[in-house]
């Protein structure tokens, strides 16, 4: 059983930050491309970052210069450093990852249950 669980969120008031963590957990053999993603209210689920197994990186308009994702591999676990947050950064941020499990040949995506952030003043 592949777990993500994501930590990190809250109430930041505008220009602030917060650092959202979320960790893999389970019988895995491998993990390849991970990333966050975001809901917010009325609206469909968008990327904001993603992270190859090597280490690229790819980012959504909105958040580049703001928001840097990192993984730690020995830990199974990436991050998202998120600066000078917005009152439209306001959503529920969820962790994605490729994960190989064993005993089947096609990795497949697993989801975290999501973390609410809030920017307002």
């Known amino acids: 059983q592949v777990q993500l669980v994501e930590s990190g969120g809250g109430l930041v008031q505008p220009g602030g930050s917060l650092r959202l963590s979320c960790v893999v957990s389970g019988s895995i053999v491998s993990i390849n491309a991970m990333g966050w993603y975001r809901q917010a209210p009325g609206k469909e689920r968008e990327l904001v970052a993603s992270?190859?197994?090597?280490?690229?990186?790819n980012y959504a308009d909105p958040v580049k210069g703001r928001f840097t994702i990192s993984r730690d591999n020995a830990k199974n676990t990436v991050y998202l450093q998120m600066n000078s947050l917005k009152p439209e950064d306001t959503a529920v941020y969820y962790c994605n990852a490729n994960i190989h499990i064993p005993w089947v040949i096609q990795a497949q995506d697993y989801w975290g249950q999501g973390t609410q952030v809030a920017v307002s003043s």
């Open positions: 992270i190859t197994g090597g280490g690229r990186t």
